[in-house]
């Protein structure tokens, strides 16, 4: 059933007729009078009686309230639509139904979109007067029936009435206290407390309007109880005196609900607090869980105390003026006649805790007449509701913490502001949307969401009427809102930081809700409830307070008591030291980041006392800026034309700030974080390295780890100001401690050899520079070359940024590492030409004889470099398999496929030190090699055919398409996403040490590096790119834990620009709101269509199995890298699960002693394990160093002994002549660092692109790949896991010459008859000491796991 209330439900001659008849009273919002004083309950009962149980008089009496801004809007004339007229069934359609067809094809672009919308809406709200809801209001009934019978309590002083609550809570069976705010009131203070049950108790908020939706944490039912009048005076709006009277009231009310037996059988009934502020207790009262009629709904009801608008005199509440005296605060005695008001603080945030208990009332009377005026107001408020509640979602629960989430910038406030954009908008001087009445929930939706894309109410405050002043509100409060009565600020508590990142996610949101995606329903209303903040921000800080000091009144004489007050002014310590952090931090650095959101921890429970509330942890995520959070030097202002900035600069940073002089003669203060040869890992780390300077200098903090490096210790610890506020205790050392992950997971990037001092040196920049000057050395050789050199076209990953480490020159000095040289692999392209043979074979040769003249030209001219010509299988050959699940091409076993094609030279640049491997494009090869399958597929040979095509492919795949995935890549890392780079890096750490990385059968380096791409160009759910390799990291492994390979396609979209990067974006933005028009940057709609209509062909065709599959607009049916198998793709997902909840837990205790499980794979799901020597492993430089898995143990290289610890299985005892002793194991393991340079094992320096590991699972690859699939770490792992091909190695078959495999005598065999052939089963023994002969000299040992 669609939601929306009884107003949206209502058709043009439904309408019509409503007017014209009187309501049955048993109808919500049934007449004047009930519009005038009470809502009414959804009952089925026969006697239709009303919340409120005074009479009409009073009733009119009591909603004699003041004139609201914007009441004269009458619904009278709101233009409604033309009705529908019933003609005949060949009838024209009607002018309705074309607008209707035509919404849905221009507004809506997709007829699915409008069913989402539509089935979203009807799965989620909660309508009243349903038989869904029969049972809670009949439930709703009884709390009305107790509450108004409740009896009357005398009034009494504050320790009698303390003493009476706690007496009558220990006769119900719970003890309860009083809830009074912080400070409590103090003993012999002169207030008297009473209790008179209440006359109007009214059903308020979504529920009676139509507007409540379901969520994760089910929906609240707020019941409006008036306090009376008389147990008030004038003046009590001073010094907490009407909080401490309604936190009797309150308890009172909990000690009744929870004394009647059958409203304790329904509910439990707990106190809480209204928007995370104490001053303002409720009463919550949740279903039990037997309850069915109740508990299927996940409803939660509260009851919110109240006052009448003439109880306190509203119109003294004004922003500006102070209702709590500092003398109160500091000695606790009455200050209500305290001299000059005008010099004392003023406190808008306990005048606005006041004004939105009286106006509860009125706000709703608002909403029913914005109701009756646009009949889609409701359901778009409903849309609006489900957009803000997956936002709160998303940050809800981070491990056993649940965070508190937003409680003040809510649905209620976003409905208020779309009443506005309905009602006020047009008067109040904004540039946002003018929304009409007409207009259906979809398009209010819309225009509610692109005007809080641009919209600082800060900048431009609003208000739905003229009077109110809004000078006081501007001083007093950060950003305005003012509501119909000119007295509330809706906005009042709201941070800061809250609007901000409403801002930019709704900014997304608009991007996404114009998209031409076919998933962009999920975009807006899904995505981000799957998201928590652990992915959410650049960096997640976990921050542990001690809020001592913030808790008891006795603390104020030791601090001043404005100070306190200005604490107090939060309603909760919380909220306090909250507000305390955001706004530090977010003005330190402002430059260096684009929000910093605080989340504290769910609310403590006021039966927990103040003792549980000592600590607290905040989780503060940071989305840094692109530009300037990888700054080496940050600059200040001018001390001398800008003083007021640079002493606020020097407060921050102390004596970190240096004068300094800089090239252009400007003189400026500044702070130095490193020199220019930072590696990109430490420069990831100067953002964690301000935020825990700032956090330790100013509230002594520690970070643990610590992120800090040791000048920055010496200088915080050195000089503190006299003013710093300490957030811990000496006696607990986790009070007022910083944890950091992003810091600790990049390290993850890091090596063995490449630390903090070589990493200065060896970098991808100085690879890049040393290509280009490579480019410009060989094009100055046209005149000595027959053809001339067009240019050079990289295809190496270490030349995009994409390489686990930078590429490391070629070191020829005694003691240097050369076990492993990785060639630069450069295609060369040169002028056109029609002399090409049309002979393969002899266009092979002439592209030899091409690469040698190149190389003698070159080393003529550049006599200190060296030239040698290499076949492309000598070195890592592995890595240049065609496909996923297919070995590299076999060379010499058809006609014409000669060694020849992979011919090369190497070329060691003198300058750099560094080797590139040149190959020859020729155009002429791929039309020769196209044509020749051709003539074999018509000549009926597809055995040559299907060969000629793979080689075919290979030349493609070498010449065409990794050259142009190399500028893809390069342009996203260099010029769009530094991220980018350290995140691709991360993964294919992660994928190598899960041993699933470039092998034959895992994931492609390509196909990676395609995926790690995906989170930067594809953000959607309220996700901005990510800035940090932590973020961009975390995001991959949630996309390959969650994506549905089979079902939705997965396409990385390269000419989608950066959305929010700059300030230039900003405008750009604000420039297609005013037209109207919000365009999302990406392909064209015509590539998307190619890309969709290719995966629903591959789908339709049975092509999709599930194996992760990567498509773009130059290959929309994802054929360049293949397609990685299904049973890989389910281990990935279920790997990424795993690492996820690392992730988690590790934020969620503060510690990183689970974070080395994320890159530690299980060996126990493999069959058998090979274990090969460690001395002839070559790659040992890309080891991951021990000291990130264990880093008590040093700076060595973690063996893939620390994967996992195995039992001691069967293991061959025919290897062990081959075995290296344990002993020289152990002590070689034991050798400090400096000793142990990683030579080459075979004794001949300078070979290059030599990985024996890597040929030796390509041979066993080539053998038995239709037996088993084998896996090891490609970055210096020692061991081989695989597993057995059940359907091959578990079934006897009958047995042929055609076998291709070691067999034997199957025990079945006896069985058979003497005229069947025998039963033989694969001899899994025998293929194990295969395995061993063929790796004779590599191989240590085999251990089998599972037989």
């Given at each position: 059933?669609?939601?929306?209330?009884?107003?949206?439900k209502r058709?043009?001659?439904?309408?019509?007729?409503?007017?014209?008849?009187?309501?049955?009273?048993?109808?919500?919002?049934?007449?004047?009078?009930?519009?005038?004083?009470?809502i009414?309950?959804?009952?089925?009962?026969?006697?239709?009686?009303?919340?409120?149980?005074?009479?009409?008089?009073?009733?009119?009496?009591?909603?004699?309230?003041?004139?609201?801004?914007?009441?004269?809007?009458?619904?009278k004339?709101?233009?409604?639509?033309?009705?529908?007229?019933?003609?005949?069934?060949?009838a024209?359609?009607?002018?309705?139904?074309?607008?209707?067809?035509?919404e849905?094809s221009?507004?809506?672009?997709?007829?699915?979109?409008?069913?989402?919308?539509?089935?979203?809406?009807?799965?989620?709200?909660?309508?009243?007067?349903?038989?869904p809801?029969?049972?809670?209001?009949a439930a709703?009934k009884?709390?009305?029936d107790?509450?108004?019978?409740?009896?009357d309590?005398?009034?009494?002083?504050?320790?009698?009435?303390?003493?009476?609550?706690?007496k009558?809570?220990?006769a119900?069976?719970?003890?309860?206290?009083?809830p009074?705010?912080?400070?409590?009131?103090?003993?012999?203070?002169?207030?008297?407390f009473?209790?008179?049950?209440?006359?109007?108790?009214n059903?308020?908020?979504?529920?009676?309007?139509g507007?409540?939706?379901?969520?994760h944490?089910?929906?609240?039912?707020?019941?409006?109880?008036?306090?009376?009048?008389?147990?008030?005076?004038?003046?009590?709006?001073?010094?907490?005196?009407?909080?401490?009277?309604?936190?009797?009231?309150?308890?009172?009310?909990?000690?009744?609900?929870?004394?009647?037996?059958?409203?304790?059988?329904?509910?439990?009934?707990e106190?809480?607090?209204?928007?995370?502020?104490?001053?303002?207790?409720?009463v919550?009262?949740r279903?039990?869980?037997?309850?069915?009629?109740?508990?299927?709904?996940?409803?939660?009801?509260?009851?919110?105390?109240?006052?009448?608008?003439?109880t306190?005199?509203?119109?003294?509440?004004?922003?500006?003026?102070?209702?709590v005296?500092?003398?109160?605060?500091s000695?606790?005695k009455?200050?209500s006649?305290?001299?000059?008001?005008?010099?004392?603080p003023a406190?808008?945030?306990?005048?606005?805790?006041?004004?939105?208990?009286?106006?509860?009332?009125?706000?709703?009377?608002?909403?029913f007449?914005?109701?009756?005026m646009?009949p889609?107001?409701?359901?778009?408020?409903?849309?609006?509701?489900?957009?803000?509640?997956?936002?709160?979602?998303?940050?809800?629960?981070?491990?056993t913490?649940?965070?508190?989430?937003?409680?003040?910038?809510?649905?209620?406030?976003?409905?208020m502001?779309?009443?506005?954009?309905?009602?006020?908008?047009?008067?109040?001087?904004?540039?946002?949307?003018?929304?009409?009445?007409?207009?259906?929930?979809?398009?209010?939706?819309?225009?509610?969401?692109e005007?809080?894309?641009?919209?600082?109410?800060?900048?431009?405050?609003?208000?739905?009427?003229?009077?109110?002043?809004?000078?006081?509100?501007?001083d007093n409060?950060?950003?305005v809102?003012?509501?119909?009565?000119?007295t509330?600020?809706?906005?009042?508590g709201?941070?800061?930081?809250?609007?901000a990142e409403?801002?930019?996610?709704?900014?997304?949101?608009a991007l996404?809700?114009?998209?031409?995606?076919e998933?962009?329903?999920?975009?807006?209303?899904?995505?981000?409830?799957?998201?928590?903040?652990?992915?959410k921000?650049?960096h997640?800080?976990r921050?542990?307070?001690?809020?001592?000091?913030?808790?008891?009144?006795?603390?104020?004489?030791?601090?001043?008591?404005?100070?306190?007050?200005?604490?107090?002014?939060?309603?909760?310590?919380?909220?306090?030291?909250?507000?305390?952090?955001?706004?530090?931090?977010?003005?330190?650095?402002?430059?260096h980041?684009?929000?910093?959101a605080?989340?504290?921890?769910a609310?403590?429970?006021?039966?927990?006392?103040?003792?549980?509330?000592?600590?607290?942890?905040?989780?503060?995520?940071?989305?840094?800026?692109?530009?300037?959070?990888h700054?080496l030097v940050?600059?200040?202002?001018?001390?001398d034309?800008?003083p007021?900035?640079a002493?606020?600069?020097?407060?921050?940073?102390?004596?970190?700030?240096?004068?300094?002089?800089?090239?252009?003669?400007?003189?400026?203060?500044?702070?130095?974080?490193?020199?220019?040869e930072?590696?990109?890992?430490?420069r990831?780390?100067?953002l964690?390295?301000?935020?825990?300077?700032?956090?330790?200098?100013h509230?002594?903090?520690?970070?643990?780890p610590?992120?800090?490096?040791?000048?920055?210790?010496?200088?915080?610890?050195?000089?503190?100001p006299?003013?710093?506020r300490?957030?811990?205790?000496?006696?607990?050392p986790?009070?007022?401690?910083?944890?950091?992950?992003?810091?600790?997971?990049?390290?993850?990037?890091?090596?063995v050899?490449?630390g903090?001092?070589?990493?200065?040196?060896?970098?991808?920049?100085?690879?890049?520079?040393?290509f280009?000057?490579?480019?410009?050395e060989?094009?100055?050789l046209?005149?000595?070359?027959?053809?001339?050199?067009?240019?050079?076209?990289a295809?190496?990953?270490?030349l995009?940024?994409?390489?686990?480490?930078?590429?490391?020159p070629?070191?020829?000095?005694?003691?240097?590492?050369?076990?492993?040289?990785?060639p630069l692999?450069?295609?060369?392209?040169?002028?056109?030409?029609?002399?090409?043979?049309?002979?393969?074979?002899?266009?092979?040769?002439?592209?030899?004889?091409?690469?040698?003249?190149?190389?003698?030209?070159?080393?003529?001219?550049?006599?200190?470099?060296?030239?040698e010509?290499?076949?492309?299988?000598?070195?890592?050959?592995?890595?240049?398999?065609?496909?996923?699940?297919?070995?590299?091409?076999t060379?010499?076993?058809?006609?014409?496929?000669?060694?020849?094609?992979d011919?090369?030279?190497?070329?060691?640049?003198?300058?750099s030190?560094?080797?590139?491997?040149?190959?020859?494009?020729?155009?002429?090869?791929?039309?020769?090699?196209?044509?020749k399958?051709?003539?074999?597929?018509?000549?009926g040979?597809?055995?040559?055919a299907?060969?000629?095509?793979m080689?075919?492919?290979?030349?493609?795949?070498?010449?065409?398409?990794?050259?142009?995935?190399?500028?893809?890549?390069?342009?996203?890392?260099?010029?769009?996403h530094?991220?980018?780079?350290?995140?691709?890096?991360?993964?294919?750490?992660?994928?190598?040490r899960?041993?699933?990385?470039?092998?034959?059968?895992?994931?492609?380096?390509?196909?990676?590096?395609?995926?790690?791409?995906?989170?930067?160009?594809?953000?959607s759910g309220?996700?901005?790119?990510?800035?940090?390799?932590?973020?961009?990291?975390?995001?991959?492994?949630?996309?390959?834990?969650?994506w549905?390979?089979?079902?939705?396609?997965?396409a990385?979209?390269?000419?989608?620009?950066?959305?929010?990067?700059?300030?230039?974006?900003?405008?750009?933005?604000?420039?297609?709101?005013?037209?109207?028009?919000w365009?999302?940057?990406?392909?064209a709609v015509?590539?998307?269509?190619?890309?969709?209509?290719?995966?629903a062909?591959?789908?339709?065709h049975g092509?999709?199995?599930?194996?992760?599959?990567v498509?773009?607009?130059?290959d929309?049916?994802?054929?360049w890298?293949?397609?990685?198998?299904?049973?890989l793709?389910?281990?990935?997902?279920?790997?990424a699960?795993?690492?996820?909840?690392?992730v988690?837990?590790?934020?969620?205790?503060?510690?990183?002693?689970?974070?080395?499980?994320?890159?530690?794979?299980p060996?126990?799901?493999?069959?058998?394990?090979?274990?090969?020597?460690?001395?002839?492993?070559?790659?040992k430089?890309?080891?991951?160093p021990?000291?990130?898995?264990?880093?008590?143990?040093?700076?060595?290289?973690a063996?893939?002994?620390?994967?996992?610890?195995?039992?001691?299985?069967?293991?061959?005892?025919?290897?062990l002549?081959?075995?290296?002793?344990?002993?020289?194991?152990?002590?070689?393991?034991?050798l400090?660092?400096?000793?142990?340079?990683h030579?080459?094992p075979?004794?001949?320096?300078?070979m290059?692109?030599?990985?024996?590991?890597?040929?030796?699972?390509r041979?066993?690859?080539?053998?038995?790949?239709?037996?088993?699939?084998?896996?090891?770490?490609?970055?210096?792992?020692?061991?081989?896991?695989?597993?057995?091909?059940?359907?091959?190695?578990?079934?006897?078959?009958?047995?042929?010459a055609?076998?291709?495999?070691?067999?034997?005598?199957?025990?079945?065999?006896?069985a058979?008859?003497?005229?069947?052939?025998?039963?033989?089963?694969?001899?899994?023994e025998?293929?194990?000491e295969?395995?061993?002969?063929?790796?004779?000299?590599?191989?240590?040992?085999?251990?089998?796991?599972?037989?």
């Amino acid at each position: 059933m669609a939601a929306g209330g009884l107003a949206a439900k209502r058709t043009p001659r439904a309408a019509e007729a409503a007017k014209s008849k009187p309501k049955p009273k048993s109808v919500p919002r049934a007449n004047k009078a009930d519009e005038e004083s009470d809502i009414d309950m959804a009952s089925d009962s026969d006697d239709n009686s009303q919340l409120s149980e005074g009479s009409d008089d009073d009733n009119d009496e009591e909603m004699a309230e003041p004139m609201l801004a914007g009441e004269n809007a009458s619904s009278k004339g709101t233009a409604r639509a033309p009705e529908h007229k019933k003609g005949h069934p060949g009838a024209r359609p009607t002018n309705a139904e074309i607008m209707a067809l035509n919404e849905t094809s221009l507004l809506l672009k997709s007829n699915l979109f409008k069913l989402q919308v539509d089935e979203l809406l009807s799965e989620t709200s909660v309508a009243a007067n349903t038989k869904p809801t029969r049972g809670l209001d009949a439930a709703l009934k009884q709390i009305r029936d107790v509450l108004t019978s409740l009896g009357d309590v005398k009034e009494m002083s504050t320790d009698s009435a303390s003493n009476y609550v706690r007496k009558q809570s220990k006769a119900s069976g719970k003890l309860a206290m009083i809830p009074f705010p912080d400070p409590s009131p103090a003993v012999g203070m002169p207030i008297s407390f009473g209790f008179k049950a209440p006359k109007v108790v009214n059903i308020v908020g979504s529920y009676p309007l139509g507007m409540a939706v379901q969520s994760h944490s089910g929906f609240n039912i707020d019941v409006v109880v008036q306090m009376p009048a008389e147990l008030f005076q004038e003046r009590d709006y001073l010094n907490y005196r009407y909080f401490y009277k309604r936190a009797f009231y309150v308890a009172i009310l909990l000690i009744g609900l929870q004394q009647h037996s059958a409203i304790s059988e329904l509910f439990d009934v707990e106190f809480g607090s209204l928007r995370s502020d104490t001053r303002l207790p409720i009463v919550v009262l949740r279903p039990k869980s037997g309850v069915k009629h109740l508990g299927k709904l996940g409803c939660t009801v509260r009851i919110l105390p109240s006052i009448a608008h003439d109880t306190l005199p509203l119109k003294r509440l004004s922003p500006e003026r102070n209702y709590v005296r500092p003398s109160y605060i500091s000695t606790a005695k009455d200050g209500s006649a305290e001299g000059d008001e005008a010099s004392l603080p003023a406190t808008p945030q306990y005048s606005a805790a006041i004004l939105s208990d009286a106006l509860l009332l009125t706000h709703m009377k608002y909403l029913f007449e914005t109701t009756e005026m646009c009949p889609e107001f409701p359901r778009a408020a409903s849309l609006l509701r489900i957009w803000i509640g997956q936002y709160a979602a998303a940050g809800r629960q981070l491990g056993t913490h649940k965070l508190a989430g937003s409680q003040r910038l809510n649905g209620f406030v976003l409905t208020m502001l779309l009443a506005w954009l309905l009602r006020c908008a047009h008067s109040g001087g904004s540039s946002g949307p003018r929304l009409s009445g007409t207009m259906n929930a979809y398009q209010l939706f819309k225009g509610a969401v692109e005007f809080l894309a641009v919209h600082d109410f800060e900048e431009v405050p609003i208000q739905f009427g003229s009077e109110a002043n809004m000078e006081a509100f501007g001083d007093n409060f950060g950003a305005v809102f003012v509501d119909p009565t000119d007295t509330l600020n809706l906005l009042s508590g709201v941070q800061e930081w809250e609007l901000a990142e409403l801002r930019m996610e709704a900014r997304l949101a608009a991007l996404d809700i114009n998209h031409h995606a076919e998933d962009r329903f999920a975009r807006v209303f899904l995505s981000a409830a799957l998201t928590d903040i652990s992915a959410k921000y650049d960096h997640v800080f976990r921050l542990d307070v001690d809020l001592s000091k913030f808790l008891s009144a006795k603390h104020g004489a030791e601090l001043k008591a404005v100070r306190r007050l200005a604490e107090l002014e939060f309603g909760h310590p919380v909220a306090a030291v909250q507000n305390r952090i955001a706004s530090f931090l977010s003005s330190a650095l402002e430059k260096h980041t684009r929000l910093i959101a605080v989340h504290p921890c769910a609310d403590v429970c006021f039966e927990d006392g103040v003792k549980a509330m000592r600590r607290h942890v905040f989780f503060i995520g940071v989305v840094a800026d692109v530009a300037e959070a990888h700054r080496l030097v940050d600059l200040g202002p001018n001390p001398d034309s800008q003083p007021e900035e640079a002493s606020r600069f020097r407060a921050y940073w102390g004596e970190r700030a240096e004068l300094r002089r800089f090239r252009d003669g400007a003189i400026r203060l500044a702070t130095v974080w490193g020199t220019g040869e930072m590696s990109m890992e430490r420069r990831a780390g100067i953002l964690p390295r301000m935020v825990a300077y700032l956090l330790r200098r100013h509230f002594s903090v520690r970070a643990v780890p610590e992120v800090m490096e040791a000048d920055d210790l010496f200088v915080v610890d050195n000089a503190r100001p006299n003013n710093a506020r300490a957030f811990g205790l000496a006696t607990d050392p986790l009070a007022g401690s910083l944890f950091c992950l992003s810091t600790r997971i990049a390290a993850f990037a890091q090596t063995v050899d490449i630390g903090a001092g070589s990493a200065d040196q060896i970098s991808f920049e100085a690879a890049v520079n040393a290509f280009e000057e490579l480019q410009r050395e060989i094009k100055q050789l046209d005149e000595q070359m027959p053809l001339r050199v067009l240019s050079l076209h990289a295809v190496s990953p270490g030349l995009r940024y994409a390489s686990l480490v930078p590429p490391k020159p070629l070191s020829m000095e005694q003691g240097g590492d050369d076990s492993f040289i990785e060639p630069l692999h450069v295609v060369v392209e040169f002028a056109m030409s029609n002399r090409w043979p049309d002979d393969i074979t002899a266009l092979h040769k002439i592209k030899t004889a091409f690469l040698l003249r190149l190389g003698e030209a070159y080393t003529a001219l550049h006599p200190g470099s060296c030239v040698e010509l290499v076949n492309r299988f000598h070195g890592r050959g592995a890595a240049d398999g065609l496909l996923t699940g297919a070995s590299s091409l076999t060379l010499g076993a058809h006609e014409n496929m000669d060694y020849e094609s992979d011919n090369c030279i190497d070329i060691r640049h003198a300058a750099s030190g560094l080797t590139f491997r040149l190959s020859m494009l020729c155009d002429r090869e791929g039309e020769l090699l196209a044509k020749k399958a051709g003539d074999m597929r018509l000549a009926g040979l597809p055995a040559h055919a299907e060969a000629i095509e793979m080689a075919h492919r290979r030349w493609a795949r070498c010449h065409i398409w990794r050259p142009k995935h190399h500028r893809q890549i390069l342009d996203l890392c260099q010029r769009h996403h530094p991220a980018a780079s350290l995140t691709i890096r991360l993964l294919k750490r992660w994928l190598s040490r899960h041993m699933l990385l470039g092998q034959v059968v895992g994931v492609p380096e390509e196909l990676a590096e395609l995926v790690a791409s995906h989170v930067f160009t594809s953000v959607s759910g309220g996700l901005s790119e990510p800035a940090t390799g932590y973020a961009g990291f975390v995001r991959c492994l949630r996309l390959l834990a969650e994506w549905r390979w089979g079902e939705d396609l997965f396409a990385v979209d390269f000419s989608a620009d950066s959305r929010d990067a700059s300030d230039e974006d900003d405008g750009v933005v604000a420039k297609t709101l005013a037209q109207g028009v919000w365009v999302s940057s990406g392909m064209a709609v015509e590539a998307s269509e190619v890309l969709q209509k290719a995966f629903a062909e591959a789908k339709e065709h049975g092509k999709l199995k599930g194996g992760l599959r990567v498509a773009t607009e130059d290959d929309p049916e994802a054929a360049w890298w293949g397609t990685v198998a299904p049973v890989l793709t389910r281990r990935l997902r279920m790997l990424a699960r795993a690492s996820l909840e690392c992730v988690v837990s590790c934020l969620d205790v503060g510690s990183d002693a689970q974070l080395p499980q994320v890159f530690t794979t299980p060996l126990n799901d493999y069959d058998f394990i090979i274990r090969l020597r460690r001395d002839v492993v070559c790659r040992k430089y890309e080891q991951l160093p021990t000291s990130a898995i264990l880093p008590e143990r040093g700076e060595v290289e973690a063996g893939d002994d620390d994967l996992d610890v195995l039992e001691e299985p069967e293991i061959f005892k025919n290897l062990l002549p081959t075995m290296q002793q344990p002993q020289q194991r152990v002590l070689l393991d034991k050798l400090p660092p400096a000793s142990r340079r990683h030579a080459n094992p075979f004794h001949r320096p300078g070979m290059v692109g030599f990985d024996p590991v890597a040929l030796y699972v390509r041979d066993l690859v080539n053998v038995y790949r239709d037996s088993m699939l084998l896996f090891n770490d490609v970055y210096g792992g020692h061991i081989i896991a695989g597993l057995w091909n059940p359907t091959v190695v578990g079934k006897p078959v009958a047995f042929a010459a055609n076998l291709l495999a070691n067999v034997q005598m199957a025990p079945e065999a006896k069985a058979l008859s003497s005229s069947s052939r025998p039963m033989v089963m694969y001899n899994v023994e025998a293929v194990l000491e295969e395995m061993a002969r063929l790796g004779e000299g590599i191989v240590d040992s085999i251990s089998v796991q599972r037989s």
